[in-house]
């Protein structure tokens, strides 16, 4: 099995930065995609950034210019970088990798922006 962990959430003010990691492990013989999504409270899980294998990536239109996704695939993680957050992202965060014919998702990182 392939178990997917979060960390890195927590409480930040706005315009403030969170880096939020996700590690892979398990049996692992293949990773395509990889990508953050969240959740807030009384709304639909929504995609926030994916990156794939060839490292390319795609935004949601309200984090571009802010948050960054990237992977490290020697380590089977992936990161997002928060920047100048705001209060509409707070969110449960999760992460989910793209196997063979499946997804793996994360247990998600609470993210609370607030001053």
């Known amino acids: 099995q392939v178990q997917v962990v979060e960390s890195g959430g927590g409480l930040v003010q706005p315009g403030g930065s969170l880096r939020l990691s996700c590690v892979a492990s398990g049996s692992i013989f293949s990773v395509y995609a990889m990508g953050w999504y969240r959740q807030a409270p009384g709304k639909e899980r929504e995609l926030v950034a994916a990156i794939a294998n060839d490292f390319s990536t795609r935004y949601a239109e309200s984090v571009k210019g802010r948050f960054t996704i990237s992977r490290d695939n020697a380590k089977n993680t992936v990161y997002l970088q928060m920047n100048s957050v705001q209060h509409e992202d707070t969110a449960v965060y999760y992460c989910?990798?793209?196997?063979?014919?499946?997804?793996?998702w994360g247990q998600g990182t609470q993210v609370t922006v607030s001053s």
């Open positions: 989910r990798v793209g196997l063979a014919g499946t997804a793996t």
